[in-house]
T-cell receptor, first 110, second 113 residues
Framework: RKEVEQDPGPFNVPEGATVAFNCTYSNSASQSFFWYRQDCRKEPKLLMSVYSSGNEDGRFTAQLNRASQYISLLIRDSKLSDSATYLCVVKGAAGNKLTFGGGTRVLVKP | EAQVTQNPRYLITVTGKKLTVTCSQNMNHEYMSWYRQDPGLGLRQIYYSMNVEVTDKGDVPEGYKVSRKEKRNFPLILESPSPNQTSLYFC????????????FGPGTRLTVL
């Protein structure tokens, strides 16, 4: 089993719609969680951290479910510019290593 | 501008010909690392460095070497490249080990024939 697993997609989303997807992680001792965004074959960039109580940044909402060991990302009112691959990232118990999921591809269409 | 730079951005080479991919950051970050990204496998860490003269293996270190003689530079060396090292490579840095946000370079697309 992979340490961090994501549905690769693609999620085809009409412009203005809401899309949500999850990421599961295997190590229950994982400390911190993040979503990174990667545009086609460009470098990943931090989108948002994921806090235990859930957090929101504009149209993006991230949630953490430690009991079931998954995090989620919800995008409201999708824009064409939201088309990208979203990488789930988990920081290990040692606080050093970041483990990346394979990414979920989102395509927002007019 | 705060950034991580990599060179070259694109490289086509042949099996066995030694090459070096340079990485430099201007943010005075202590922690630097190298990743490779392959379809279906995501980003996998090759090597990392917690500070000058401190390096350690990541998940896929075989066939690679690194050095950290200066804080800003972290070159990746392929002594004898093979076709299975064809990949997209990213250098990354963050302020220090426990710090969260990691900044990536623009990537180096390497093809080994």
């Amino acid at each position: 089993r992979k340490e961090v697993e994501q549905d690769p997609g693609p999620f085809n989303v009409p412009e203005g719609a809401t899309v949500a997807f999850n990421c599961t992680y295997s190590n229950s001792a994982s400390q911190s969680f993040f979503w990174y965004r990667q545009d086609c074959r460009k470098e990943p960039k931090l989108l948002m951290s994921v806090y235990s109580s859930g957090n929101e940044d504009g149209r993006f909402t991230a949630q953490l479910n430690r009991a079931s060991q998954y995090i989620s990302l919800l995008i409201r009112d999708s824009k064409l510019s939201d088309s990208a691959t979203y990488l789930c990232v988990v920081k290990g118990a040692a606080g050093n290593k970041l483990t990346f999921g394979g990414g979920t591809r989102v395509l927002v269409k007019p | 501008e705060a950034q991580v730079t990599q060179n070259p951005r694109y490289l086509i080479t042949v099996t066995g010909k030694k090459l070096t991919v340079t990485c430099s950051q201007n943010m005075n970050h202590e922690y630097m690392s190298w990743y490779r990204q392959d379809p279906g496998l995501g980003l996998r860490q090759i090597y990392y460095s917690m500070n000058v003269e401190v390096t350690d293996k990541g998940d896929v270190p075989e066939g690679y070497k690194v050095s950290r003689k200066e804080k800003r530079n972290f070159p990746l060396i392929l002594e004898s490249p093979s076709p299975n090292q064809t990949s997209l490579y990213f250098c990354a840095s963050r302020l220090r080990t426990g710090y969260n946000e990691q900044f990536f370079g623009p990537g180096t697309r390497l093809t080994v024939l």
